[in-house]
């Protein structure tokens, strides 16, 4: 069985930094792109950043410059470094394959970005 788990989140004000996790269970990690997504509120889920196998990366325009996406194979895990923190990425942060499986989604991490 598949398990993501996202934690890292937090409450931060404008101009901060947090650092996600999110470890895999159940898949073969190494061998498949993953991405972080975000849900803010009243909008769709969105692609923020993704990985490929191989540490190539790409991210939406309006983190570029600010988030870094980055993975540990050994660790099954994937990791998003968010700085310069603003009002609108607060969301709720999940990951999940890159071409997201339905049945892979998580509880996801609340980032609350708030003076």
């Known amino acids: 069985q598949v398990q993501l788990v996202e934690s890292g989140g937090g409450l931060v004000q404008p101009g901060g930094s947090l650092r996600l996790s999110c470890a895999a269970s159940?898949?073969?990690?190494?061998?498949?792109?993953m991405g972080w997504f975000r849900r803010a509120p009243g909008k769709p889920r969105e692609l923020v950043a993704d990985?490929?196998?191989?540490?190539?990366?790409s991210y939406t325009d309006s983190v570029k410059g600010r988030f870094t996406i980055s993975r540990d194979n050994l660790k099954n895990t994937v990791y998003l470094q968010m700085n310069n923190l603003k009002p609108d990425d607060t969301a709720v942060y999940y990951c999940?394959?890159?071409?997201?499986?339905?049945?892979?989604w998580g509880q996801g991490t609340q980032v609350t970005v708030s003076s």
């Open positions: 999940n394959t890159a071409s997201p499986n339905p049945n892979y």
């Open positions: 159940g898949i073969i990690f190494r061998i498949n792109s």
């Open positions: 990985i490929t196998s191989g540490g190539s990366t």
